[in-house]
C-alpha cells in the first residue's frame, strides 16, 4: 500500500516548528544586539513627546535604562541632595514576534533572494511595533508607578490615563502576536492560497433515476 505524501499544510507546519527553537535561541543569544536600534528609536519617542520627563533612554545589556528630568530624596544619605528618577525595562516581551515571525518565514517555500527581502522589511514593521508597546510600557510606569511627580509633569487628563492605559494593553498583549502572523499572511498570501485552497466539502449530487 504505498505511502500518503503529507499536505503541503503539513510540511509548512512541521517546518515552522522545527525552526522555532531555532529561532528563538538565535533572537535570545544577539538580543543585546536587537536593543541597540531599538534604544534610538525608543529614546527618540520619548524625548520627543515628553521632553520634560524623559531625559535619555539607553541600552543596558538586553534590557533598556530609562534615565529621567524627575528626582526624589535620597534613601542612602537623607538631607543629602535629591538624585534623579532611573528605571529599567525588559523589551524582549514586546519582541518575540520577531523569531516567530522568522520562523514562519523560513518555513514558507521561496526564492531565497526574495526571503531575505521580505524578511528585512518585516523586521523594521516588527521593530516599530516593539517600540511602540516598550514606549507605552515606559509610558505606564511614568503615570502610575513613579509617583505625583511624573503626572504633574504630564498633566494628563482622565481621558489621557485610560488612553494610556488601553495602549499598554495593546502594545503588550495584542500587537506582539499578533502582527507577525497578519505580516506574514499579507507578505506570502499566494502560498497561503495554496494552503487553504482545500477540496470542495460539497457531496456528489445523487444519480438520476
Not at 515606559?138 to 488612553?163: P, T, W
Amino acid at each position: 500500500m504505498p505511502l500518503l505524501s503529507p499536505s503541503p499544510l503539513t510540511r509548512f507546519s512541521i517546518a515552522t516548528l522545527l525552526w522555532l527553537p531555532v529561532c528563538f535561541a538565535v533572537w535570545y543569544f544577539f538580543s543585546i544586539l536587537f536593543v541597540l536600534p531599538l534604544s534610538s528609536l525608543v529614546s527618540l519617542v520619548m524625548t520627543g513627546f515628553f521632553p520634560d520627563v524623559v531625559a535619555s533612554v539607553h541600552p543596558s545589556g538586553n534590557e533598556l535604562l530609562v534615565t529621567t528630568l524627575l528626582t526624589m530624596p535620597n534613601p542612602q544619605v537623607p538631607g543629602g541632595p535629591d538624585v534623579e528618577i532611573l528605571f529599567k525595562t525588559n523589551p524582549l516581551k514586546y519582541g518575540y514576534n520577531i523569531p516567530l515571525y522568522t520562523a514562519l518565514v523560513l518555513a514558507a517555500p521561496a526564492d531565497g533572494y526574495n526571503k531575505l527581502w521580505v524578511w528585512i522589511i518585516g523586521l523594521l514593521i516588527l521593530l516599530l511595533v516593539q517600540t511602540f508597546g516598550v514606549s507605552t510600557d515606559m509610558l505606564k510606569i511614568l503615570v502610575f508607578h513613579v509617583g505625583e511627580d511624573a503626572r504633574e509633569h504630564l498633566a494628563f487628563s482622565q481621558i489621557g490615563y485610560e488612553a494610556t492605559a488601553i495602549a499598554y494593553q495593546i502594545g503588550y498583549l495584542i500587537l506582539p502576536a499578533v502582527s507577525p502572523l497578519l505580516l506574514w499572511v499579507w507578505q506570502f498570501r499566494r502560498f497561503v492560497s495554496t494552503l487553504v485552497d482545500l477540496p470542495s466539502a460539497r457531496s456528489p449530487a445523487p444519480p438520476s433515476r
